[in-house]
C-alpha cells in the first residue's frame, strides 16, 4: 500500500550538519501532514518537526533556529536539514505522514482509504 523510507542518517560532529530524506511511495492521493520524530536510548518517542500540505510547520523547542523542515508534494518527500548539531540530538528519527488519503483497487472500481504511516528509522549520532 504505502511505505515511507528514510535516508540521510550518520554519525558527525558536534557542530556539523545532516539532511534527512523521507519518500512515501504507493498509491497515495494526498498527504495531510509529515513530521520526523526521535527517540533516544531510554526515552519516548519525541516530536522534531511537522510540516502540513500548506506548509504550516512547528518544531520542537529544543530545535528551533537549527532545523528546518520542509516538503516536496509532487514528489510526497519530506526534509529535515539539521544544523548546529549537538550531542543531545542523538536519537533514531523517524519519518511520518498522518492522513495519507491512498487508493484501492477492488474487483470493481476503486476505493479510497486513510491511515496513518511510519517510516523504519534512521540512526543519527552526534559525537562530542
Known amino acids: 500500500q504505502v511505505q515511507l523510507v528514510e535516508s540521510g542518517g550518520g554519525l558527525v560532529q558536534a557542530g556539523g550538519s545532516l539532511r534527512l530524506s523521507c519518500a512515501a511511495s504507493g498509491s497515495i492521493l494526498r498527504i495531510n501532514g509529515m513530521g520526523w520524530y526521535r527517540q533516544a536510548p531510554g526515552k519516548q518517542r519525541e516530536l522534531v518537526a511537522r510540516?502540513?500540505?500548506?506548509?504550516?510547520?512547528n518544531y520542537a523547542d529544543s530545535v528551533k533556529g537549527r532545523f528546518t523542515i520542509s516538503r516536496d508534494n509532487a514528489k510526497n518527500t519530506v526534509y529535515l536539514q539539521m544544523n548546529s548539531l549537538k550531542p543531545e540530538d542523538t536519537a533514531v528519527y523517524y519519518c511520518?505522514?498522518?492522513?495519507?488519503?491512498?487508493?484501492?483497487?477492488?474487483?470493481?472500481?476503486?476505493?479510497?482509504?486513510?491511515?496513518?504511516?511510519w517510516g523504519q528509522g534512521t540512526q543519527v549520532t552526534v559525537s562530542s
Open positions: 510540516i502540513t500540505n500548506s506548509d504550516s510547520t
Open positions: 511520518n505522514a498522518d492522513g495519507v488519503v491512498y487508493s484501492v483497487p477492488l474487483a470493481r472500481g476503486v476505493q479510497t482509504a486513510t491511515n496513518d504511516y
